[in-house]
């Protein structure tokens, strides 16, 4: 039996669908939605609404398409906040750092695993964020691999398999055999439990030609594809993803010219990662050079313990109109529709007609106070298929 919901008293409306609103963000003021059965099935102006099963006032607010995290490291334990203590006086990052949390997640219990991604989830929630991707990568071996692979399906369908992530201590003297352990025994394995499969091809990581032989197996075992790339230095990272028809393309932080044309004559996204940038006080790439070159761009968190232990999407929202030179608009699409096209999805990340109802209530005027006020939580609500997921103080104070 269908079921509605008119969410009415909208100050703002961001749809990102220009066909039902103004300019690329598809805005309409005063406006309202209707949700049947978790799905957008009406937008239009508050004064125009339908009837309705239930009502819900939104006090005026501004609304935003759910976030979407296209890059997450959420199954790991321990953290490395000594470490990141030590960049910030000057030690260099570097792919090696990711060692010391396999060695803690190794030795964590599948409950202990459980319970954290739990926790980051939430805060996902609280940021506003309603759909993510999260990568294994801390185990390292095919049953840590694995079962984090199985944890992570329990909460979310996009579940990657990151054991490409750095070479572990036990194969540091022979990296290849260990690509030969990843083709012959995880990949079969991760079959039916990953959607897709990721590289972390750059210094200290992955060669290209390593990279090359594992995205070749896991394309022809039936994966779909991903990719860190020229986050430590220029290479040939890019280029590799774009042969292989990569969906997306992450870090990119050193990418050339020819880098950028490719990307753009291509399907691949590239997905800007501020706070990496930010928690290894790295250069920023200029997200404004990507746009103007037509490269399509999406913004996610990164969070893993080491390099960008952040669950919040508009601070890294904020990050990027700063230091990547995205404009406010321009982010938001980035980290809502931008995201769902690194993840191949078009029901997410917008509010047209048909779209999962998954949407974020600001304690704002205007999407743009996300980087106008950083750091501060104009959170109100969180919906995922038009269930609200929280319930902020400050909207509680309200009602």
């Known amino acids: ?3 509605s919901v008119a969410f009415t008293n909208i100050g703002s409306l961001i749809t990102n669908d220009p066909t039902i609103g103004d300019g690329d963000l598809g805005e309409i003021k005063n406006a309202a939605i209707i949700v ?3 799905k957008v099935a009406w937008v239009g102006s508050s004064s125009d609404v339908g009837s309705a099963d239930a009502h819900h006032d939104l006090d ?5 398409p759910g976030f979407v995290d296209s890059h997450a490291h959420l199954l790991f334990a321990g953290d490395r906040s000594e470490e990141f203590s030590s960049r910030m006086t000057g030690a260099a990052y570097s792919a090696g750092g990711i060692r010391s949390t396999v060695e803690r997640t190794r030795l964590a219990t599948d409950d202990q695993l459980r319970s954290n991604y739990l926790r980051l989830i939430s805060e996902m929630h609280r940021s506003g964020i309603t759909t993510f991707e999260t990568k294994t990568g801390y185990g390292l071996t095919l049953n840590d ?9 329990e909460q979310t369908s996009e579940t990657t398999l990151l054991a490409a992530h750095v070479v572990p201590a036990e194969y540091a003297d022979q990296p290849d055999a260990y690509v030969d352990l990843i083709i012959n025994e995880m990949l079969p394995a991760a079959l039916g439990k990953a959607r897709w499969v990721d590289v972390f091809c750059d210094r200290g990581a992955f060669t290209p030609d390593q990279t090359d032989r594992i995205l070749t197996a896991a394309a022809a075992t039936g994966f779909e594809l991903r990719l860190h790339a020229n986050q430590l230095q220029a290479g040939s990272g890019i280029s590799l993803g774009v042969k292989h028809g990569v969906a997306s393309v992450d870090h990119c932080t050193y990418a050339s010219d020819e880098d950028l044309d490719q990307l753009a004559s291509s399907n691949t996204v590239a997905t800007l990662l501020p706070g990496a940038e930010f928690s290894t006080r790295a250069t920023y790439p200029s997200g404004r050079r990507f746009v103007d070159a037509g490269v ?4 996610a968190t990164d969070c893993n313990p080491g390099s960008s232990y952040t669950t919040s999407m508009p601070f890294c929202i904020a990050v990027a109109v700063r230091d990547m030179r995205l404009s406010p608009a321009e982010a938001l699409l980035a980290a809502t529709r931008g ?6 999805r078009t029901d997410v990340g917008h509010l047209g007609i ?6 974020v209530s600001l304690n704002a005027p205007s999407y743009i106070h996300l980087a106008y006020r950083p750091g501060v939580d104009l959170i109100s609500q969180t919906f995922i298929n038009g269930i609200s997921v929280l319930t902020s103080h400050s909207h509680q104070e309200q009602q």
């Open 1 to 3: 039996m269908t079921h």
């Open 36 to 38: 049947e059965d978790g």
């Open 60 to 64: 005026g607010r501004t609304v935003i």
């Open 145 to 153: 691999e694995i079962r984090c692979l199985e944890i992570a399906a």
């Open 296 to 299: 399509k761009v999406a913004i």
């Open 339 to 344: 995201g769902a096209a690194a993840l191949r």
């Open 354 to 359: 048909g779209a999962q109802a998954n949407f």
